[in-house]
């Protein structure tokens, strides 16, 4: 790619997009994800933070000579990934849980650690789990923040999302083990008028709910009020959630995560209600969570829009394409057992739209994200296959899900602002980040036993 003026790129990482500012992302393979628009090489155009036009050759974008142009000849154009589920408070714990079961991890993570997070150590978790997303070209993330023990705590999480200048959904939980405030409802309020006053911005707030102690009334506080909920759901809380549809609670403003194990009558709930699940590959048999084949077959049979998530750091790392290969992999072996007539084998592009236009749909944001369409904000990424890659491989939805890691992702844009520039993320002190979430990290473990 070509490299852009020094002034270029100050004024493409602003902290706000200039009015009128333009940039044309010329001569990749453009990925669209837009039915409409599908796939071809040529351009896309950014102004401000929208995506505005795309096509085989945006002539006219050079007119005037007021457009900052950046060259993908070579490399695959796509939206931004989003990752539907994701414990961003652990960031600096990763892999502190390797080879556990669910309960260990549980054990360790929120009886042993959790409960020594300072608001401090909120913030750097955030921040450090939001940058790592941003290398592995995930522009939006879902974060599950089951670890808000006072109001100081949910500021704290809520300023890493912001400073990583990441798309998120911040879900706020309570904590599952340990001493807290008992503020999570009442702070609702408060977090809504200071922090996400608009639903225009990076940040958007819902609830989160993982274990049944005051889901019931958690999910109603959240249909009076007009929130999204994410929760944890699999056969152990199926008898829970037919209850609570058959009492009217239950409504399209819910994601589910994990989904494991699930009847077809569920389902078939699921699908009535419009509901969006996400799939997690590499937690599930990870930490033995129901059937270790991810339920993308039921999903797709019901027409369940399918998100993708990584969950936690715990026990090993945040790595976007790890995630969508093991779930291609995982789910075509699951379906070859199946009779010829039965299968529902993914593609590799089936995987590529759980992971944008299926994330989008978790994050109650398809009408922003998830596809490169004009009018849509402008949350895309760059691939650029390695130095001894000859070529693309012919299907670019494989290129991405079965050919590419995090260092491919050669640049990452967020409402049009640009987080990462041949392969590295902009705008951040990244030694100095490094230091205080190991300091963070050597506190935390020193003030617990987790053996």
Not at 211 to 224: D, H, I, L, T
Not at 229 to 235: A, D, K, L
Not at 260 to 284: K, M, Q, T, Y
């Amino acid at each position: 790619m070509t490299v852009p003026s020094a002034s270029a790129l100050r004024e493409l990482t602003a902290a706000a997009a200039g009015a009128g500012r333009r940039t044309l992302v010329r001569g990749g393979h453009v990925v669209s994800m837009d039915e409409r628009l599908g796939d071809f090489v040529g351009d896309v155009l950014i102004e401000d933070e929208k995506i505005v036009a795309l096509g085989p050759e945006l002539t006219e974008a050079r007119a005037g000579g007021d457009v900052i142009e950046l060259d993908a000849t070579g490399s695959i154009v796509a939206p931004g990934f989003v990752d539907s589920h994701l414990h961003a408070w652990q960031g600096q714990l990763a892999g502190v849980a390797p080879d556990v079961s669910l309960p260990r991890y549980e054990e360790v993570l929120h009886g042993a650690l959790a409960p020594h997070y300072r608001p401090e150590d909120m913030r750097i978790g955030n921040l450090v789990s939001a940058l790592r997303c941003l290398e592995s070209g995930v522009t939006c993330v879902i974060d599950n923040s089951h670890n808000a023990r006072s109001a100081e705590h949910s500021s704290a999480a809520v300023e890493g999302l912001r400073e990583a200048g990441i798309r998120a959904v911040h879900a706020t939980g309570t904590p599952i083990e340990g001493e807290w405030n008992r503020q999570w409802a009442a702070d609702l309020a408060r977090l809504r008028a200071e922090y996400f006053g608009s639903d225009e911005q990076l940040l958007t707030l819902r609830l989160y709910t993982a274990k049944p102690a005051g889901q019931r009334q958690a999910w109603e506080f959240a249909r009076q009020e007009g929130y999204w909920v994410s929760t944890e759901v699999g056969f152990w809380n199926e008898a829970f959630i037919r209850e609570c549809a058959a009492d009217g609670v239950l409504t399209s403003r819910h994601a589910f995560n994990h989904c494991a194990g699930l009847s077809e009558e569920l389902w078939r709930l699921i699908a009535d209600h419009g509901i969006a699940v996400n799939v997690c590959a590499r937690s599930d048999t990870t930490f033995f969570v129901g059937p270790a084949m991810p339920p993308v077959a039921e999903a797709l049979a019901h027409g369940v829009p399918v998100g993708m998530s990584m969950d936690t750091e715990a026990s090993y790392g945040i790595d976007f394409f790890a995630e969508m290969g093991t779930l291609l992999h995982l789910a075509r072996g699951r379906a070859a057992s199946a009779p010829a007539e039965d299968r529902v084998a993914p593609t590799a592009r089936d995987v590529l739209t759980m992971a944008t236009r299926g994330g989008a749909a978790n994050a109650g944001l398809v009408d922003r994200i998830g596809s490169l369409t004009p009018g849509k904000q402008a949350d895309l990424v760059v691939i650029k296959p390695g130095s001894l890659a000859v070529g693309l491989p012919r299907d670019p939805a494989a290129a991405i899900t079965s050919f590419s890691r995090p260092a491919d992702v050669a640049a990452v844009f967020v409402a049009g602002r640009l987080r990462k520039w041949d392969g590295e993320l902009q705008g951040h002190d990244l030694a100095g980040l490094k230091r205080e979430a190991e300091a963070s990290r050597e506190r935390l473990l020193a003030n617990t036993t987790t053996n």
